[in-house]
């Protein structure tokens, strides 16, 4: 089973409105993270926000905030007031049990976002 | 120069050749990854280093040779690859591994295998 499933491939917004990307995650750990990058087309992952699986509150980082719900093991993302900058593909990535000596992130396989002027 | 930079930005080599991707980090970070992204495919580790130590191999084939000399600096040795190794290589540092502290990355390296 894939441990992150995004399952939007593309998305279009017009201009200004807000925009939910869709990130489920399978885990057993019950320590663990959530993230969202930004890549845009000149490749470089650009880190957006986090949310620990302790954290009570959802995080918000400007116009971005991570909408999560535990028991569903839902972490979508909000983009609010879209910009034309906006346009990239969009990964949720998990990291389960920090433990020294288990880096792995795993990364979903993205949605590309499009922002309509 | 800060952040994470990675050179070269563009790489073609044909299958018999030897080459070698560089990656440096100006942030002060102890561990360092590379990743392949192939297209339609999600990110993929392949190495992690922690205070110049590999952590973890994730059953990358042996033509792909990682070396770090230091806590600043990972490269990707590439010898007789293959045309499916065709892919954007990403390089990432993060303060210490075991953590939940977010990876920055480079650019990266778009490699084409003819």
């Known amino acids: 089973a894939q441990k992150i499933t995004q399952t939007q491939p593309g998305m279009f917004v017009q201009e200004k409105e807000a925009v939910t990307l869709d990130c489920t995650y399978d885990?057993?750990?019950?320590?663990?993270?959530l993230f969202w990058y930004k890549q845009p087309s000149s490749g470089e992952m650009i880190f957006l926000i986090y949310q620990g699986s302790y954290d009570e509150q959802n995080a918000t980082e400007g116009r971005y905030s991570l909408n999560f719900q535990k028991a569903r093991k839902s972490a979508n993302l909000v983009i609010s007031a879209s910009q034309l900058g906006d346009s990239a593909m969009y990964f949720c990535?998990?990291?389960?049990?920090?433990?020294?000596?288990?880096?792995?992130?795993?990364f979903g396989t993205g949605t590309r976002l499009t922002i309509i002027p | 120069e800060t952040g994470v930079t990675q050179t070269p930005r563009h790489l073609v080599m044909g299958m018999t050749n030897k080459k070698s991707l560089k990656c440096e980090q100006h942030l002060g970070h102890n561990a360092m990854y590379w990743y392949k992204q192939s297209a339609k495919k999600p990110l993929e580790l392949m190495f992690v280093y922690n205070f110049k130590e590999q952590t973890e191999n994730n059953s990358v084939p042996s033509r792909f040779s990682p070396e770090c000399p230091n806590s600043s600096h990972l490269f990707l040795h590439l010898h007789t690859l293959q045309p499916e190794d065709s892919a954007l290589y990403l390089c990432a540092s993060s303060p210490r591994g075991g953590s939940y502290n977010e990876q920055f990355f480079g650019p990266g390296t778009r490699l084409t295998v003819l």
């Open positions: 885990t057993s750990d019950q320590s663990y993270g």
């Open positions: 990535a998990m990291r389960e049990n920090p433990n020294f000596g288990n880096e792995k992130l795993t």
